[in-house]
């Protein structure tokens, strides 16, 4: 029975194919009959030319007949476009989140553009070069295009397909500097999280453990009631539930606590569900907010750098780095008395 071929492969599809077995060259696009008459020319070009060296008594610097063939060999007729495909393919069958795919599919998607049928091994570290620089993009966004396009080509020498990866030889830009860490006041959470238990207090559950237990935006949405071990103060993030696949157990505080006492089940909720209450909370909502606030507030709080670390599920280094705002002692009191009016 025909089908219609998937525009991209990630993307789930309802209709039913026929089970075919492949073999490792079914990775790979097959050459076309042009490029397979390029190739054996080539082959034969430079095989010629070890003939034409050796009856001169020329020296062949170290060449042979076989050099032609590995050299011609190792080239790979995989285009970006395919590269691409095939790298969002791998990590969506490896069970990547659905966050880190869509941000795949942003910066491959931008790199992809003006050379889809460009091959792989073409590809030079000033083109890479070329494409950052031309966009407006502040340095940490050109920097994190940059490794994802450093990733996808390293995936691609893993595989075979390339000797070297291209982007390895562009230097990443320098960030500033500033901290650019953005949390939210003790009076913004209690705004939130009121607003989230008059309207769905499933929502409020789910909103209540990323502010006051640092959970991440994905594991809240994977984390169940069978998580929360009341008897013994802890929240447990499973390895298979975490960002970073470690098993983590955070401290319920007794603030936590009263949130979670107002009822509510942790289940999976849609995305827009969440957002639509924060939205109705009409407190701004940048990025990452409830972790940088959670972290920010514990080690002002506890004065503890390896532990906020160890509930966060990070190291000290990427805390200080990343997460954490400068917060008074005073100001972190008050946060961790946020309870339910």
């Known amino acids: 029975m025909p089908f219609k071929r998937a525009s991209n492969p990630v993307v ?46 020329k020296t062949s610097r170290g060449r042979s007949i076989a050099g032609p063939f590995r050299a011609c060999e190792s080239q790979s007729f995989l285009t970006c476009l395919d590269l691409v495909n095939e790298f969002l393919l791998v990590k969506a069958r490896a069970g990547r989140g659905d966050r880190y795919l869509r941000q795949l599919r942003v910066s491959l998607g ?54 070297r990866n291209p982007a390895a030889g562009v230097e990443l830009p320098v960030l500033d500097g500033r901290n650019s860490i953005q949390i939210h006041a003790p009076e913004q959470v209690r705004q939130v999280l009121e607003t989230a238990r008059r309207v769905d207090l499933d929502v409020c559950r789910h909103l209540a453990i990323r502010y006051l237990a640092g959970v991440r935006t ?38 936590l606590r009263a949130w979670l006492e107002l009822g509510g089940e942790l289940r999976p909720l849609g995305a827009n569900t969440v957002r ?32 906020t670390a160890m509930e966060a599920g990070h190291t000290e280094q990427i805390l200080f780095r990343n997460y954490r705002a400068l917060v008074t002692p005073a100001v972190a009191a008050e946060y961790w008395n946020i309870l339910p009016k």
């Open 276 to 307: 639509n209450v924060i939205k109705l909370s009409k407190v701004e909502w940048p990025h990452n907010v409830a972790r940088h606030s959670f972290v920010s507030y514990h080690l002002a709080q506890f004065g503890n750098a390896a532990k």
């Open 12 to 57: 789930p599809t309802t209709f039913k194919r026929p089970k075919v077995k492949l073999n490792t060259d079914a990775l790979s696009p097959s050459p076309s009959p042009q490029e397979r008459v390029g190739q054996a020319l080539a082959i034969a070009a430079a095989a010629l030319q070890e003939a034409s060296d050796a009856l001169l008594g």
């Open 110 to 163: 931008n790199f992809r553009q003006g050379r889809a049928r460009t091959q792989i091994d073409l590809v030079k570290p000033t083109d890479l070069e070329k494409w950052i620089n031309a966009q407006e993009w502040a340095p940490k966004t050109q920097r994190n295009y940059l490794c994802d396009v450093r990733t996808m080509f390293n995936f691609a020498v893993r595989r075979g397909y390339l000797d």
């Open 218 to 255: 994905a594991e809240a949405h994977r984390m169940r009631e069978t998580d929360l071990k009341m008897d013994h103060d802890l929240l447990e993030v499973s390895a298979a539930k975490s960002k970073t696949r470690a098993r983590r157990l955070v401290t319920i505080q007794p603030n």
